[in-house]
């Protein structure tokens, strides 16, 4: 398992688990972050990840990223 900050671009990947504070999983379920989730990461800027998931583009902190496990 390794954070979704690690991920290369373009990769698919799967979501083992999402770690933090209660409120920032229910944030991130509600994104569509769930595990067995499909999700790859589309490319890194400013500090922030962008991710896509569920045919969705989502724009997360480096934060939260480092929170969603694959």
């Known amino acids: ?9 373009g990769e698919t990947n799967y979501i083992k688990k999402i770690g933090g504070k209660e409120e920032t999983k229910r944030f991130l ?7 067995g989730s499909a999700v790859s990461v589309v490319s890194e800027m400013n500090g922030n990840v962008i991710v896509s998931i569920k045919d969705a583009r989502v724009a997360i902190s480096k934060e939260m990223a480092n929170k969603i496990m694959i």
């Not at 379920?29 to 595990?35: D, I, M, P, R």
């Open 1 to 9: 398992m390794m954070p979704l900050t690690m991920a290369a671009k």
């Open 29 to 35: 379920e509600n994104l569509g972050f769930v595990a």
